[in-house]
């Protein structure tokens, strides 16, 4: 297994700024502009925390709460959150800024799974991720049950291959 790495090692910060090219008829950024800067973002943090290609495997939920409009620029964060064998979660805060006005908002939050792959498209084992920060331990032990449920939605996993599943799925809906 290659050596271990720091969160920080592989922390990643994309600016960007809102064109008309990238909006919809409102004059606010499209959702798919910004899925694909998140993309990137997160992209690059699994590239540099694995130094391999790598692939998304899967993007969790997406929530559009406030527009971004023309002209604000976009700040995307990336943490790696763990790595498991050849999968890596990646963290991305999105923020809107209205740099003239002197207004910065947080707009989204995505979870994405990578995948570091060798030249054929075949995974590739990556090295563990170290959590140092408070809430980089609280997102470390939080991504192994996130793994299991998006595992489970994707097919990949049944709610009685693991004791955590069992309790989410079982024991909770039997106390309702
Ligand atoms: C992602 C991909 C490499 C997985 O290949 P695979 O043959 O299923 O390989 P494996 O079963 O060995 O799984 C590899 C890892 O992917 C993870 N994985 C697979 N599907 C996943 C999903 N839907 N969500 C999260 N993780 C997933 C597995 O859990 C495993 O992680 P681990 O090694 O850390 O346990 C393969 O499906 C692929 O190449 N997909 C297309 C990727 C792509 O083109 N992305 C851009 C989309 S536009």
């Given at each position: 297994m290659p050596k271990a790495k720091y969160v920080?090692?592989?922390?990643t910060v994309m600016t960007e700024m809102v064109f008309p090219?990238?909006?919809n008829p409102l004059s606010n950024l499209m959702g798919g502009n910004l899925m694909r800067f998140m993309d990137i973002a997160g992209a690059i943090c699994a590239q540099k925390h694995s130094n391999r290609i790598v692939v998304t495997a899967s993007v969790d939920n997406v929530s559009f709460v406030n527009p971004i409009p023309l002209g604000n620029v976009v700040t995307l964060e990336a943490r790696i959150t763990r790595a498991f064998n050849t999968s890596m979660e990646v963290v991305v805060d999105v923020f809107s800024e209205n740099i003239p006005a002197g207004v910065k908002n947080k707009t989204n939050q995505a979870f994405l799974t990578f995948v570091a792959v060798d030249q054929s498209g075949r995974p590739i084992e990556v090295s563990e991720v170290i959590p140092e920060t408070e809430e980089e331990k609280i997102q470390y032990e939080k991504a192994l049950h996130r793994r299991q449920l998006r595992l489970l939605m994707a097919g990949?996993?049944?709610?009685?291959?693991?004791e955590e599943l069992k309790k989410t799925f079982f024991e909770h809906s039997a106390s309702i």
């Open positions: 920080r090692e592989s922390h090219n990238d909006t990949r996993l049944n709610p009685t291959d693991t």
